[in-house]
């Protein structure tokens, strides 16, 4: 399994971005997928979980502004970013679970993950 993640770059406070993240060995019906961000000097959180049924968790920091999606026909899953904020500056990585573990906030759950993809929101 291999994911590739991409979309990241600079934005201003209260701009936009969309992440993707190309998977190629799974297909997205059997996986979990999760993002996760890491910022400077802290230690990696959840962000958004998109379980293998299709439903999604989000982390409460990126409720309402955040949307995951997935394309199954591109084994390819998005993040669409809003509002974002100076506190969304971080490196972002995409992760697949194979074994569609029930904790898919926990980044011990997830066995791939794609090379991250920084996100720097300007204030």
């Known amino acids: 399994v291999q994911l590739q993640a991409s979309g990241g770059g600079l934005v201003q406070a209260g701009g936009s971005l969309r992440l993707s993240c190309l998977v190629s060995g799974r297909t997205l019906r059997d996986t979990n997928m999760g993002w996760f961000r890491q910022a400077p000097g802290k230690e990696r959180e959840f962000v958004v979980a998109i379980r293998w049924s299709g439903s999604t968790m989000y982390a409460e920091s990126v409720r309402g502004r955040f949307t995951a999606s997935r394309d199954n026909a591109k084994t390819t899953i998005y993040l669409q970013m809003n509002s974002l904020k100076p506190e969304d500056t971080a490196v972002y990585y995409c992760?697949?679970?194979?074994?569609?573990?029930?904790?898919?906030?926990?980044?011990?759950?997830?066995?791939?993950w794609g090379q991250g993809t920084l996100v720097t929101v300007s204030s």
């Open positions: 992760a697949a679970d194979s074994r569609r573990s029930v904790a898919v906030t926990n980044e011990q759950s997830y066995g791939y």
